[in-house]
């Protein structure tokens, strides 16, 4: 069960990232391209997890990659909330 919910929430994030930057495409708003970018890496950060505990589960530990992903996408998004939303 927890396995269709770790690729649920990966798909997810990949669409809401795939609906941003479609809007962003149309108007040019750059909140909007950052946020995109912020669902991609959450994305990836979901696949990662799906790697970490299903396909790799005693031989590797991602748990350093999957933080360094996911504090990358918020990074982003913090950086167009702050600067670029002017």
């Known amino acids: 069960m927890a396995?269709?919910?770790y690729l649920l929430c990966a798909a997810t994030s990949l669409v809401c990232a795939g609906l941003l930057l479609r809007a962003w495409r149309a108007g040019r708003q750059r909140l909007l391209l950052w946020s995109a970018i912020c669902f991609a890496a959450l994305a990836a950060n979901n696949v990662l997890l799906f790697v970490d505990r299903v396909i790799l589960p005693t031989t590797v530990d991602l748990s350093a990659w999957r933080s360094?992903?996911?504090?990358?996408?918020l990074t982003?998004?913090?950086y167009g909330l702050i600067w670029d939303s002017a």
């Open 68 to 73: 360094l992903v996911a504090a990358v996408g």
């Open 3 to 5: 396995e269709a919910v």
């Open 76 to 78: 982003v998004l913090l």
